[in-house]
């Protein structure tokens, strides 16, 4: 079971970089990016502060890969 998230979307639809988000996070874009394409899963406290940092509940950020193969929206 993989943890996919919506990190990317809903980054653009905030208008907000990948540089932005880094330096407001203080992490590298380079992590930015290997989150939003799925190559790494960001630790927990990262996690929290990725939903804090765009005001959003935690389903709408990550959900469990099993949900789409179940046929349920993400």
Not at 13 to 23: C, F, L, P, S
Not at 53 to 69: N, S, T
Request: hydrophobic share 35%; charged share 30%; no cysteine.
């Amino acid at each position: 079971m993989r943890v996919i998230n919506h990190i990317k979307e809903i980054r653009q639809k905030r208008g907000v970089t990948q540089v932005k988000m880094a330096e407001d996070l203080q992490i590298t874009r380079q992590t930015i990016n290997a989150i939003e394409k799925n190559k790494y899963n960001p630790s927990l406290e990262l996690s929290l502060k990725l939903i804090a940092y765009f005001d959003v509940p935690i389903e709408e950020m990550f959900y469990l890969e099993e949900r789409l193969k179940k046929g349920e929206q993400p």
